[in-house]
Every structure is written in C-alpha cells, then in structure tokens.
C-alpha cells in the first residue's frame, strides 16, 4: 500500500526514506496489531491497543450500563490511534490535497498553508459533528446544569472516552508530521501544544485531567466549529483572493466563541462547582473541587481566552492596513484620464454635436440675416 509517488529511492532507515515512507511504516504496525486479534495468544495484547479500557459495569434503572474511567494502559490504545491518524493524514494529502494543488499552481508557501488547512479542515468537521452528536445523545445541551452535577466526571461512556482518546491520538500524531513535512514553523508547534496542554477543561488532556469532561466537551465542539470556519475561508482565499467575506463570519464566530467559553467556565466551575457537596482534593476519585483550583483554573483560562483575543485583533488590524495599503496602491496605479477639451473654431464651439456660436445662437441663423 503505498501512499506517496516515488521519484527517487533512497538507503534504507535514512532520514529521507523515513519521510518518504513513514506512512507505509506505520501502516504495517498496524496490520501487525491487526493480524495479532486472530490467535489466542495475543488476542488479549493486541485488544489492548484497539479498545477502550478500563470497564465498569453498573445498573441503573435502564439495566446495565458500562462505563470507563482512564489509566496507564490507555497510552496503547492513543498508540495505535495514533497510527490510525498518521495513516489518515497521507490519505487526505495524497488523494484529495494533493490533486487539487496541481490544479491551482500555489507557491510554495501558499501550499504549505492550503495543506494545513486542509488537513484540519476535515479533522475540525469530523470532530465537530461527532462532539455534537454526543452532546445530543448524552443530553448535555438539554440539561446545562448536568456538565456540573455529580461531579467529579471520572467514569465515561464508550462514546465519550472513545472521542477523547482519538483527540489525543490526533494531536499527538501533528507532532512527528511536522518533521515528516518539514515544516520548521514554531508557531504550528506552539499551536499543537497549546491544544495538547492547554488549562482545564478547554482542551482533551486537561479535561481529563481535571475530571471536566462534560464541560470539555461543549469547548471542545465550539472552538472546533469556530477553527472550521476559519480554515474554510482560507481554502477559499487560496482558491480566489477575492473572497474575503468568509474571514468575517470567522471573526463573528472566533469572538462569540470566546464569550461563550468565558461564560460556561465561570457558570460551570465558579458558580456549578461551588455549591457542590464534595468540596475536597481527593487524587484517587479524581477529585479536585477546592477553592484555590478552581480559582487557578479561573484565572488560566482567563488569561489564556484573553492572549487569543489579543493575537486575533492584531491579526484584524493588520489585515485591516493591508487592505488599506492595497487600495492606495490601486488608486496610484489607476491612469489619469485627461480632460477633454471643447473643440472650437472661428464661428463657434461644438456642443453635443450641435456647432454654436459665442453668444449661444446658431451660426447658421446668423449667416441668413446677413444675406
């Protein structure tokens, strides 16, 4: 299965080879994983990789429910996602963006930035819809109240663990595919880790990590719609510089969304978690509703909300001078049309085709009194 066309072979475990071939690497650990479900022997290891861990089977008045809580071995299972992604990532870039780069004859770095934003184009959508589709089936959206209740959130359905583990595996995978793209960029660096590391619950470590997972959920669905928005317009811009509308709808989006994230935060942790009965730090429930946390927490994502406001109008007032500036240019660039000049003669001028004389009469009238 090969993802890329070959030019040029190269020495084996060489640093080209690996970038030229990382994905059909990677594809044949994943048959090995694959291959290992169909002997007893490593069945029980190769599950390990494929399927959420960690189960508990509880009733409830609708029968048994399964839920699961996260752990060490849960680093397989993003292991083997994590393959998934890599491989996904050359089959969106050879057979979808790399046809239509053919087409538009981008520069070099116009092309860089169209398969950015086409690879996240299609992730954001994916998780968009999938994030949604769990909200509605979990009632989150319903019952605004339930992202607090009965906190701490430490034991998940299939669905939402499941989402969580291959949001993980998705940004994990973005680390090694800028070395595999050569990309040397700190700012797609510093964005990866920021969406890896950012504070609670905004982003899917953190959420986990603070037992948020219902309210990261609704951040996470947000800022991947706003994120969609964004890298549609740019695809647009790239295929026709004149669609600019698109980047205002983005930047309607970017601010509601920033608006809404402060406002949930502040709803679900300062207020929601504050009249919470568990007031305590406990490690092993997962419990971390304290007073100092959840003003830490506050505070992070304040300021973290507050940097991106920040980056996003200056982003606006320098496009904003850019298109200034561009229209200045044209108005140097446009010709001067000189003026016209009335043609005249020893009778008279012309005016809309008609001769007239100085005073206004016709030049004919006046030759017939004469005579």
Known sequence: MAFRRRNKSYPFFSQEFLIQNHADIV???????????????????????IQPQYNVTTLSPEGEVTFYHYGWKD?????????????????????????????????????????????????????SVWSFYILITEGYLLHPSSLW????????????????LTQLAYWLHALPELYFQKVRKVRMLTAVLLFLFSPPPDLPFSALLCSLSRVGLVLLFLQYVSELGFHIARLFYFTDENHQKMFDLWAASFVFTRMVTLTLMFLAVGFGLARAENQGLDWEMGNFNTVLIRMTVLLLVCLTQSWLLWKFIRFQ????????????????AAPKQPLRTLKRDSLGHHENGVLKAENGASPRTKKLKST
């Open 27 to 49: 594809f044949s650990f994943v048959i090995f994983i694959l291959i290992g479900l169909m002997f007893e022997a490593t069945a029980k290891t190769a599950i390990l990789f």
């Open 75 to 127: 680093c397989a299972t993003i292991l083997f996602y994590f393959f998934i992604a890599i491989i996904l990532h050359a089959v969106v870039q050879e057979y979808l963006l790399d046809k239509v780069n053919r087409r538009l004859h981008l520069s070099k770095s116009k092309n860089t930035k169209f398969n950015e934003s086409g690879q996240l184009c299609v992730f954001h959508l994916v998780s």
């Open 149 to 164: 209740e009965n906190y701490p959130h430490v034991h998940l359905r299939f669905q939402v663990k499941f989402f969580y």
């Open 317 to 332: 007032l320098r496009r904003w001078r850019e298109f200034r500036h561009e229209q200045a240019v044209r108005k140097k």
